[in-house]
Structures are given as C-alpha cells and as structure tokens.
C-alpha cells in the first residue's frame, strides 16, 4: 500500500541500523516493482518512517541513512512523477551532480545527468527525490517555475552587465552573467531569474 497523504509525507524520516534498513530495502523493492512504472520508493511512503529508499533505474539500489555530501551547482529541470501522487506530473530543478554516502556502502556513490544515456539524468533525479522524501519533502517542493521575467515589469528595467541571470530553453538551465545571457534571448532562450 502506498501512502497518497501529502501530510503523512510532509515528516521527517529517523535514522535506522543498518539491518533493519536492508529488512526495510527488502520490502521497498518488492513494493517498486508491483509498481507499474515506479523507479523509486521511500520508506515513508509505505508507512514507515525510517531513513531508507530504493532506486531502480539501471540496478537496484538500496540506501540506508543516505546523505548528499556534494551536490554540483549546475542544475537542470526535469518532468517528474511520484507513486504517491500519480496523477501529477512537475517540472522540478535538481542538481546535475551528486555524490552520496549511504551506511550499507562503503565508498561514496555518484550520479550525474551529465551524460549521453537518458537513464543517468532519470536516477540522478530518482536520487534527489527519494532523500527528499526522507526529510519530508516532495517533488512539488521542487517545482520550477519558469515564469519568463520581462524588464520592466517583472523584472528591473535595467539589469547590470555582470548580474548573474537563469535562462531556460526547453528543459536545459543555465545560469550566468547577463552580458552573455543577452545575445542568448533571441535564440529562444527565456530569462527567468
Ligand atoms: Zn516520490
């Protein structure tokens, strides 16, 4: 049974020992792939409230106390999905690159978005969204709202040559000065912060 409760979901998980996290793996897992299209599941959402989630993108993977120790600064957006709300869909910024430690591994792990193959970005997001729920926090949390600035009224009229600017195109961000971000709106690209 997956839990649909915004609220249930909106509390922070507890850490848990390592056996009884992989007992907890054991079960998230078997609960994914009932799932029809899931590629991830946090204890939280089947009612436990213990640090421990699963990602099941190229393999299985089980994490247990997980923690973002580095996180890139370049970030990107990416339609999302949740089992727990599985009639929305949200266009959320995650970050291109992480790397995580977890109590049932002994090195640090790796995800990056940046790469040719679609299935790193999807479990380098899967990652982000599975630790969120962990602290309580959902995918709508993350929303990007690409609400495009215009100067003058929503935005200064005047913005300096060195002010660093967020443009999207599609679903690529980038952030950088505006005197390099000017020439870049008249090829489709929309300031938005
Ligand atoms: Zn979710």
């Not at 922070?12 to 020992?17: F, G, I, L």
């Not at 660093?164 to 690209?189: D, F, I």
Request: glycine share 6%; proline share 4%; with cysteine.
């Amino acid at each position: 049974m997956i839990i649909e409760d915004k609220m249930k979901l909106e509390q922070k998980c507890s850490p848990v020992s390592v056996k009884e996290g992989e007992e907890i793996g054991v079960r998230l897992l078997h609960e994914l792939r009932q799932s029809e299209n899931g590629i991830g599941l946090a204890a939280n959402q089947i009612g436990i409230n213990k640090r421990v989630c699963v990602i099941n993108v190229k393999e299985p993977i089980v994490l247990i106390n997980p923690k973002i120790v580095e996180k890139s600064k370049e970030q990107f957006v990416f339609p999302e999905g949740c089992l727990s709300f599985p009639d929305s869909k949200v266009k959320t910024q995650r970050h291109q690159d992480i790397v995580v430690e977890a109590d049932n591994h002994k090195g640090k792990l790796s995800f990056s978005a940046n790469s040719k193959d679609i299935n790193d970005a999807f479990e380098c997001v899967c990652v982000q969204h599975e630790i969120d729920h962990l602290d309580g926090i959902t995918m709508f949390d993350r929303e990007f709202k690409s609400e495009p600035l215009v100067r003058g009224v929503n935005a200064p009229l005047k913005i300096g040559r060195n002010q660093r600017v967020t443009l999207t195109k599609g679903s690529q961000t980038k952030t950088l000065k505006y005197k390099k971000a000017e020439p870049m709106l008249e090829t489709g690209w929309t300031l938005v912060k």
